[in-house]
């Protein structure tokens, strides 16, 4: 049997390989005011979080920093408006730093969101720089998946201008569970 030696390409997108971070990562690192973050958990997690491709596909986006947001339509000419927050009066860029990390709208919504994860999953839950937000590596499978799907819902509202609701939110968590893990869906049935 011949063994190619040849090369593929796809060792060089496992985060183990690289020689250097894809700006992008580097970037949340920044923002997340970390450093050497563990890329490679923080994929795997990615994974294990939950079985729907749309949560999965969306959130490597974001890691990635491929997700839009009204900036970069504004920039690409898809929105005409105006490049700026549709959810806040802030006057601030809608960019993706902007939308997970510093928009009121968001703090206001998150506070809920972590205030139901402390009251009902994780009586010690702390996220204040948004780190398990944005990588998803809680210890806690059912905060993972939480915080997946308000990851979407920020998104899908932002892009369509809509308010941040919790009603509407709570609606995406339950879509969400649909073919989900037995453990998942069993440990958020009561409380959504």
């Known amino acids: 049997a011949v063994v190619s030696t040849q090369s593929t390409g796809r060792e060089q997108l496992e985060p183990n390989n690289w020689a250097t971070k894809p700006p992008p990562l580097l970037q949340w690192e920044t923002d997340l005011f970390l ?19 749309r949560l999965i596909q969306h959130h490597y986006k974001l890691l990635y920093r491929i997700s839009t947001c009204r900036y970069m339509r504004f920039r690409m000419g898809i929105e005409k408006d105006s490049p700026y927050c549709s959810l806040c009066s802030s ?77 509407k939110y709570k609606y995406y968590i339950k879509l969400y569970l649909i073919g989900e ?6 440990g958020l049935k009561n409380y959504v």
């Open 181 to 186: 893990k037995a453990q998942l869906v069993n």
């Open 91 to 167: 006057g601030h860029l809608e960019t993706i730093r902007h939308i997970y990390l510093e928009c009121s709208s968001t703090n206001i919504f998150l506070s809920l969101v972590n205030n139901f994860i402390t009251s009902y999953i994780d009586r010690s839950y702390y996220d204040p720089t948004r780190f398990f937000l944005i990588t998803l590596t809680h210890t806690d499978c059912r905060v993972n998946f939480l915080n997946s799907v308000c990851i979407w819902y920020l998104s899908r509202q932002f892009q369509t201008k809509d308010p941040l609701t919790w009603e």
């Open 35 to 53: 450093r050497d973050m563990d890329w490679g958990t923080i994929f795997t997690n990615l994974f294990q979080t939950t079985n729907n491709h």
